[in-house]
């Protein structure tokens, strides 16, 4: 049996004994569902600065390009399906006590069939008035927006006609608070948390394994290479978590 196979029968009684699991997702989580992630090779950053596109300034300074770069993520998030790993997550949420929390804005774990999970970063396919408290659910209608040529590339309020922006939390951008809360306790009650496809780098989100290993559960790391958040782990597997969640999680 390999090491890889010691761990996958480790884990899996882990998950099995556990009281309570988190998981927490990052871009390495839809990467195989052919979403490019930030910070890898094509990565989103990569062509573009974070900062000089996931601000509130670059937003109000130039909304067309801004918006411009959302509706082409969006456009091309209408071309992928959630992968086997997003479903293996969605599965055991119905077998063990598991809180999801992700950074990533895809709407691929709903489309998967979780609910009720924390999405850390917003979502974006939801946009929200920069004046009033309306918000807008763009959801799976948004091909339709696309092929009937009203996706106006400035969306405006339904209410109040100011311009809406993406419901995603820029960079200097406080995440809402009852989410944070509620993912921080989550990390600190676990007696197992995975830690998938993230390079760590983000802040507050990236502290949620340290909590998580500093209240006594045990950590696991699922990425392709190592990261920031490794060495915090108990045990990483450098294996695509679309093949290796089904093998812990199914
Ligand atoms: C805040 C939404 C304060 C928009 C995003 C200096 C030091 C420390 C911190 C800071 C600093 N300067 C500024 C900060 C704070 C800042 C921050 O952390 N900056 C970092 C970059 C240094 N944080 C903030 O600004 C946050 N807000 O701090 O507010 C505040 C408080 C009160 C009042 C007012 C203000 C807000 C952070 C949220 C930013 N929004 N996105 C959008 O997406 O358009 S961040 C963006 O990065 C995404 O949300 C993404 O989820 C997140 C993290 O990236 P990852 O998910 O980890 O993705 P990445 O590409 O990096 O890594 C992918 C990983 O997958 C890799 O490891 C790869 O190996 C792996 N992988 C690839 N394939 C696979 C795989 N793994 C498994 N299987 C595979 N197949
Ligand atoms: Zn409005």
Request: proline share 5%; with cysteine.
């Amino acid at each position: 049996m390999g090491a890889t196979e010691a761990v996958i029968t480790d884990l899996r009684r882990r998950v099995a004994d556990a009281a309570s699991v988190v998981v927490f997702t990052g871009a390495g989580m839809s990467a195989e569902s052919g979403v490019p992630t930030y910070r890898g090779q094509g990565g989103l950053w990569k062509n573009f600065r974070a900062q000089d596109l996931a601000t509130l300034d670059a937003f109000q300074r130039n909304p067309a390009l801004v918006w411009g770069w959302y509706r082409e993520r969006r456009n091309r998030l209408l071309e992928v399906e959630p992968n086997d790993g997003h479903r293996a997550i969605a599965l055991a949420a119905g077998r063990v006590h598991l809180t999801l929390a992700t950074q990533n804005v895809d709407g691929l774990h709903a489309f998967a069939g979780s609910v009720n999970f924390l999405e850390l970063h917003g979502n974006i396919w939801r946009e929200q008035c920069l004046s009033c408290p309306t918000t807008d659910d763009r959801s799976r209608h948004w091909l339709e927006k696309v092929t009937q040529g009203e996706a106006d590339p400035l969306p405006l309020c339904p209410d109040c006609a100011s311009l809406m922006r993406p419901s995603v939390v820029w960079f200097g951008e406080a995440l809402d608070g009852r989410v944070i809360e509620a993912a921080f306790r989550a990390a600190e009650g676990c007696d197992l948390m995975f830690v998938v496809g993230t390079s760590g780098e983000v802040q507050p989100a990236a502290s949620l394994p340290v909590l998580a290993r500093r209240a006594g559960a045990y950590v696991v790391e699922v990425n392709i290479e190592p990261t920031l958040l490794t060495e915090r782990c108990n045990v990483s597997l450098f294996e695509p978590a679309g093949r290796v969640l089904p093998k812990i999680l199914a």
